[in-house]
Nanobody, 114 residues
Framework: QVQLVESGGGLVQPGGSLRLSCVVS????????MAWYRQAPGKQRELVAY???????DYVDSVKGRFTISRDNTKKMMYLQMNSLKPEDTAVYYC????????WGQGTQVTVSS
């Protein structure tokens, strides 16, 4: 069974940084577009950033210039470096495919607050 496990969240002050990690269990990781999503309380889950197998990336406008998505196909891992965090970035963050989805993991909570 495919597993996606997110980690790295926490409580951080506005302006701070966090690095999220995602480890996946399927062998074909390297051929898929992958993405980070987030879901804030009372809101729908939204795509935050995605990365293709050749490392083309794109971001939702609200995080452009602050977040960086990356992947390590050898380790079957994906990362989200988040800088200049804002209170509105508070959410549970998930990793999954961009056009093909597996079962959602537990996510990792990011709270930005002073």
């Amino acid at each position: 069974q495919v597993q996606l496990v997110e980690s790295g969240g926490g409580l951080v002050q506005p302006g701070g940084s966090l690095r999220l990690s995602c480890v996946v269990s399927f062998r074909e990781f390297s051929i898929f577009d992958m993405a980070w999503y987030r879901q804030a309380p009372g809101k729908q889950r939204e795509l935050v950033a995605y990365i293709t197998p050749i490392r083309t990336t794109d971001y939702v406008d609200s995080v452009k210039g602050r977040f960086t998505i990356s992947r390590d196909n050898t380790k079957k891992m994906m990362y989200l470096q988040m800088n200049s965090l804002k209170p509105e970035d508070t959410a549970v963050y998930y990793c999954n495919g961009r056009t093909h989805w597996w079962n959602w993991g537990q996510g990792t909570q990011v709270t930005v607050s002073s």
